[in-house]
């Protein structure tokens, strides 16, 4: 353990791992008793994540937690909070390293509800629809988690600190698991004209956790890519909900047979998050805006005279009934949240962050008689 003290007058604690090159980081006010909460605290996180670079590099292996929050190059998340007795995990303040400035991503992210209605027409199923994050918590469910089956690897653990029925603590041990691990390629070319090859691997920064609701276990995990990208994946495990058959009845119509006489019920999961991006915007995301694009086939015209064009066609949404939307995989559509006020570099459009439907996958969009088309 190594302790330094920033030019700013905040105290850094060093602690090297046994594998790679974790460090645990944790800042203090020289001149106050308070903990990393205080204002200058919060501002030096910045200044001694600068400070660490500098001493011991930051490489593809090298993440730094700071109570509550961490760091692993390119990210950098103020908080993971895993005090919400409701929601569970929260990022606060994601932002992405680019080229050494810290450019906002995520305001807060978190699940806010998540619905479970049965298709059971009969009574008494007509009113079976849990919320699961509404009426029981999945901070209030979340396990303790444990190393081997629950996480896998170099683990760094944060624990939960939440309020009980009567208003009092309960620390969970072990609530949020941080790991990296390597999904990959991240990029190749070989240059046909002389055979060279390069290639990249691809590592992701997972932060999870796991909630027993009732039944199901219900694991989530946010992954943090190098290029930028982030998933949310939501697993489902645990036990099914299920029920007797009724007399007379051999096999279920609104459900499948998992055991002589009992019927596991025909039911969906339909999840909410809450996304509040900054997209390069430091007043937490006050000056965005959110589009629409779908792929849209051209018609035959002196344009498109061989009918194998299509376009992007870009819709703003600017009001909560227009952004009222569906997803639709035959057009590939995706929705933008841009920042008008910064301009990519490259595309000279405004910076943006796709949001992408998972297996919105369109079929193809040339014309039926086009070359394209025959050819496919």
């Known amino acids: 353990m190594a302790e330094v003290e920033l030019p700013c007058g905040l105290q850094?604690?060093?602690?090297?791992?046994?594998?790679?090159?974790?460090?645990?980081l944790s800042t203090h006010c020289a001149s106050c008793t308070s903990n990393s909460q205080c204002a200058k605290a919060q501002q030096g996180v910045q200044l001694a994540v600068n400070y660490i670079q500098g001493v011991v590099g930051c490489n593809r292996?090298?993440?730094?937690?700071?109570?509550?929050?961490?760091?692993?190059?390119?990210?950098?998340?103020?908080?993971?909070?895993?005090?919400?007795?409701?929601?569970?995990?929260?990022?606060?303040?994601?932002?992405?390293?680019?080229?050494?400035?810290?450019?906002?991503?995520?305001?807060?992210?978190?699940l806010v509800e998540m619905a479970v209605p049965y298709g059971d027409p009969r009574e008494p199923f007509t009113r079976k629809c849990a919320f699961d994050v509404g009426d029981y918590g999945l901070g209030c469910c979340a396990n303790s988690l444990s190393l081997g089956c629950d996480c896998l690897g170099h683990i760094h653990y944060f624990d939960a600190c939440m309020a009980d029925s009567k208003g009092q603590p309960v620390l969970l041990r072990n609530a949020v698991c941080?790991?990296?691990?390597?999904?990959?390629?991240?990029?190749?070319?070989?240059?046909?004209?002389?055979?060279?090859?390069?290639?990249?691997?691809?590592?992701?920064?997972?932060?999870?956790?796991?909630?027993?609701?009732?039944?199901?276990?219900?694991?989530?995990?946010?992954?943090?890519?190098?290029?930028?990208?982030?998933?949310?994946?939501?697993?489902?495990?645990?036990?099914?909900?299920?029920?007797?058959l009724s007399e007379g009845e051999e096999h279920p119509t609104h459900g499948t047979?998992?055991?002589?006489?009992?019927?596991?019920?025909?039911?969906?999961?339909?999840?909410?998050?809450?996304?509040?991006?900054a997209v390069d915007d430091a007043?937490?995301?006050?000056?965005?805006?959110?589009?629409?694009?779908d792929a849209v086939r051209m018609?035959?015209?002196?344009?498109?005279?061989?009918g194998n064009g299509f376009t992007a066609e870009e819709t703003d949404l600017t009001t909560t009934n227009e952004?009222?939307?569906?997803?639709?995989?035959?057009?590939?559509?995706i929705w933008k949240i841009k920042n008008p006020a910064v301009t990519n570099p490259a595309s000279k459009a405004p910076v943006a962050y796709k949001l992408m439907p998972m297996g919105a996958s369109p079929l193809l969009l040339a014309d039926e008689e086009s070359l394209v088309a025959r050819r496919a």
Not at 12 to 22: G, I, N, R, Y
Not at 323 to 333: D, H, L, N, S
Request: charged share 20%.
């Open 178 to 244: 941080m790991h990296e691990e390597d999904v990959g390629l991240l990029w190749k070319h070989v240059e046909y004209r002389n055979g060279h090859s390069e290639s990249r691997r691809s590592r992701r920064l997972v932060l999870s956790f796991i909630s027993t609701v009732v039944n199901y276990e219900y694991a989530f995990y946010w992954y943090l890519y190098q290029d930028g990208t982030i998933n949310f994946e939501i697993k489902l495990t645990g036990e099914l909900s299920t029920n007797l």
């Open 323 to 333: 952004a009222q939307r569906v997803a639709a995989p035959e057009r590939a559509r």
């Open 61 to 110: 292996n090298t993440i730094m937690a700071q109570r509550h929050g961490m760091m692993c190059q390119p990210w950098l998340c103020l908080c993971c909070c895993m005090c919400a007795c409701r929601e569970g995990l929260v990022l606060h303040q994601l932002s992405y390293n680019d080229g050494g400035k810290q450019r906002p991503v995520l305001h807060r992210a978190s």
């Open 283 to 293: 007043q937490g995301g006050k000056g965005l805006l959110v589009s629409e694009v």
């Open 12 to 24: 850094l604690q060093v602690m090297p791992a046994k594998q790679h090159t974790l460090l645990l």
């Open 257 to 277: 047979l998992v055991g002589p006489g009992v019927n596991a019920q025909h039911h969906q999961h339909m999840f909410c998050a809450r996304l509040d991006m």
């Open 299 to 306: 018609p035959r015209s002196p344009d498109n005279p061989c």
